[in-house]
């Protein structure tokens, strides 16, 4: 079974400063996907940033960026020049390299970034 | 290209009664996913279905079932409500193209409350 764990249920961060996000995970499979999700006050589920384990290169995406060690199971999501948008529920999820699509979610953490 | 639409948004039942939820994936999208929100439980996986077939299923009791039409749209069916089954319930869709992006879009959600 797969589990992801995101130790931090709430966080703070000035506007324009940074801040990271952690999660672990657990899982005998060699090959798979992971992702932080973004959660907006609107509800609406937002892909942020995605690695797959086999790449080596740690995925950015614009201010965005993610510290994968995968001999750790680590998956740290960095927000570099935090804007007032940034605020949300972060989720952290696994996924399969099986096709099949299911996620496994860890239980979020609430970003408020401060003017 | 239209996002992942969810019907309807919000519904309110009682207990004992049943409740069907649809969802229309993206254009051109063939697996469609359910997820469970609550506070207490967090985002767990129903089910996926694609081209018509569940090809996967959380640990969901009987009572939640799905089926997804030939053009993709899909619902989900809950029977004999308990006021556990209150919760956020979101779909995704993806293409699921193999060896392609298996990126998850979501839609905004229905807000069931059981009473």
């Known amino acids: 079974a797969q589990t992801v764990t995101q130790s931090q249920p709430e966080m703070s961060v000035q506007e324009a400063e940074t801040v990271t996000l952690s999660c672990t995970y657990d899982t005998s499979e060699n090959n798979y996907y992971l992702f932080w999700y973004k959660q907006p006050p609107s509800r609406q589920m937002i892909l942020v940033i995605r690695?797959?384990?086999?790449?080596?290169q740690n995925a950015t995406e614009n201010r965005f960026s993610v510290n994968f060690q995968k001999a750790a199971k680590s998956f740290s999501l960095k927000i570099s020049d935090s804007q007032l948008g940034d605020t949300a529920m972060y989720f952290c999820?696994?996924?399969?390299?099986?096709?099949?699509?299911?996620?496994?979610f860890g239980t979020g953490t609430r970003l408020t970034v401060i003017p | 290209k239209a996002g992942v639409t969810q019907t309807p948004r919000y519904l309110i039942k009682t207990r004992g009664q049943q409740v069907t939820l649809s969802c229309s994936p993206i254009?051109?999208?063939?697996?469609v996913s359910w997820y469970q929100q609550t506070p207490g439980q967090g985002l767990q996986f129903l089910f996926e279905?694609?081209?018509?077939?569940?090809?996967n299923k959380g640990n969901f009791p009987g009572r939640f079932s799905g089926r997804q039409f030939s053009n993709s749209r899909s619902e989900m069916n809950v029977s004999t409500l308990e006021l556990g089954d209150s919760a956020l319930y979101l779909c995704a869709s993806s293409s699921n193209l193999a060896g392609v992006d298996n990126e998850q879009f979501f839609g905004p959600g229905t807000r069931l409350t059981v009473l």
């Open positions: 999820a696994f996924m399969k390299h099986s096709g099949a699509n299911n996620l496994f």
């Open positions: 690695q797959e384990a086999y790449k080596q």
């Open positions: 279905y694609f081209s018509e077939t569940q090809r």
């Open positions: 254009s051109g999208h063939r697996s």
